[in-house]
Structures are given as C-alpha cells and as structure tokens.
C-alpha cells in the first residue's frame, strides 16, 4: 500500500475546488515560474488599478500541492495592495493552508515566486523600477513526489 501524505483539509479543499483558476486576457502583469524536470509550472495573472490587486487568476500544472498554494495565494491577494501582497512569504501560505509535508514546502515558495515575477511583470509594463529582489527558484535540484 502506497504512503500518503498527510493533507489538511485546506490543502484538499483548495486542491479539489480551486479559486481564481483562469487567464485575465488584459492583466496587469503575468509571471509565470516552474521547473519543467519537477513538471510543477505556475503562471499568475493580476489586474492592477491604483497598486490595489483587483483580480487575479492562475494556471498551475503540477501535483495537488501546487494547485493548492497558487489558489491559496491568489486567495491571500485579491483586494490587497501591492505592498500588502509583496508582505506575503511562502511560510504564510502554507499556514493558510494548515501546514504542507516537507516534501512538498517548495510549492509555496513556488507559489510565492509565481506572485511576485507578475508584479515584477508589473512594475516592468508600467515602466518603473522592480521594488524588490529576487528571491531564487524553488525547485532548482529538487523534484516532486
């Protein structure tokens, strides 16, 4: 009998009823990050009006944990400021959620990346300085369970 992981009912809950799933045809700013070796690839779409985060929507191929955090973030930053939504790590999503394994923490911080590389999208379309770093990549010599 194969080991299961051990989900909270958040995680099952956003896995099977996802929020936000979607394009936004005239967003604001897309990103879109992954590891195609892991198979876990997130693209978010925000509409921004006045650095408040109006709608967002996302797309996510990838195992029950990374639907999950990218709806759960999505979640986390509809109706946020910019500066509220850049505030967001991945440890905040995964307690939104109830926890996640070990194993599967890298798709927060996937979640997390998704978000900020469409502000960064953002910030570039609007012609201004990107306000933040970089953080990394997530999945860079890991892979998915």
Same mark, same amino acid.
């Given at each position: 009998?194969?080991?299961? /992981? ?18 936004? *045809? ?9 590891? *195609?070796? #892991? ?60 926890? /996640? ?5 890298? #798709? ?6 998704? /978000? ?27 892979? #998915? /369970?």
């Amino acid at each position: 009998m194969a080991e299961q /992981l051990p989900y909270s009912e958040k995680v099952m809950d956003h896995f099977t009823n996802p929020r936000n799933v979607g394009e936004i *045809p005239d967003a604001s700013g897309i990103g879109t990050v992954g590891n *195609p070796v #892991c198979g876990d690839v997130m693209k978010m779409y925000l509409k921004i009006e006045n650095e408040i985060i109006v709608d967002v929507k996302f797309k996510t191929f990838g195992c029950g944990a990374a639907v999950a955090t990218s709806s759960m973030v999505t979640e986390m930053v509809k109706g946020k400021s910019i500066a509220e939504a850049l505030t967001i790590t991945n440890n905040a999503v995964a307690e939104a959620l109830g926890g /996640l394994p070990p194993v599967k923490m890298h #798709c927060s911080v996937l979640a997390e990346e998704a /978000l900020r590389s469409a502000l960064k999208d953002y910030y570039k379309k609007q012609g201004k300085p990107v306000p933040f770093e970089d953080k990394g990549h997530a999945h860079e010599g890991e892979t #998915c /369970l």
